[in-house]
């Protein structure tokens, strides 16, 4: 079993839409929780960044982290054709070096 | 502007061949990143470099080597490429103790 699963997708929703990406982990020594946005031919760039559980706003996008269940979620509001993009969820212990990265999964946002 | 490139976007090579991918970053980073990526696989560390001359094996190294004679340039090498090998190398940096690894655009290698 992978310690970080995430649903490949695609997801496609339309322009306009709320979007829910979700990443379940099974490492409960997990405190630091970020998500990466990659386009296509582009290495990932941080989008959020969170530590221990709660919520995080900026701008259009929630980072949600719920340690008793081992889940966090990214939502997008208002998405646009812009947001088309694979997001990946990555988590580390503590101040450590190693990130333990999701698959990542791909988003379509239809105009 | 924070910048890592890699050497090369595209790379062929045959099977045996030994290959470097070679990744710069002009942040004056101390912590420097290899990882592969594939499909349904996500993000995968192969060795990280902590500062220059300093090096530790990540997730997968097997196959692979590392140099990091310069604080700027992390090179990545294939001893006797295989096509297990065939894969999208990120190479990434990080100052020492920050929350942002910063990603190259990454190269794509395909061993025949």
């Known amino acids: 079993q992978k310690e970080v699963e995430q649903d490949p997708g695609p997801l496609s929703v339309p322009e306009g839409a709320i979007v829910s990406l979700n990443c379940t982990y099974s490492?409960?020594?997990?405190?630091?929780f970020m998500w990466y946005r990659q386009y296509s031919r582009k290495g990932p760039e941080l989008l959020m960044y969170?530590?221990?559980?709660g919520n995080k706003e900026d701008g259009r996008f929630t980072a949600q982290v719920d340690k008793s269940s081992k889940y966090i979620s990214l939502f997008i509001r208002d998405s646009q054709p812009s947001d088309s993009a694979t997001y990946l969820c990555?988590?580390?212990?503590?101040?450590?070096?190693?990130?333990?990265f999701g698959a990542g999964t791909i988003l379509r946002v239809k105009s | 502007d924070v910048k890592v490139t890699q050497s090369s976007r595209y790379l062929v090579k045959r099977t045996g061949e030994k290959v470097f991918l070679e990744c710069v970053q002009d942040?004056?980073?101390?912590?420097m990143f290899w990882y592969r990526q594939d499909p349904g696989l996500g993000l995968r560390l192969i060795y990280f470099?902590?500062?220059?001359?300093?090096?530790e094996k990540g997730d997968i190294p097997e196959g692979y080597s590392v140099s990091r004679e310069k604080k700027e340039r992390f090179s990545l090498i294939l001893e006797s490429a295989s096509t297990n090998q065939t894969s999208m190398y990120l190479c990434?940096?990080?100052?020492?103790?920050?929350?942002?690894?910063?990603f190259g655009p990454g190269t794509r290698l395909l061993v025949l």
């Open positions: 990434a940096s990080r100052l020492a103790g920050g929350k942002t690894q910063y």
């Open positions: 490492n409960s020594a997990f405190q630091y």
């Open positions: 969170t530590y221990s559980s």
């Open positions: 990555a988590m580390k212990v503590g101040e450590g070096n190693k990130l333990v």
């Open positions: 942040m004056d980073h101390e912590n």
């Open positions: 470099s902590y500062d220059v001359k300093m090096k």
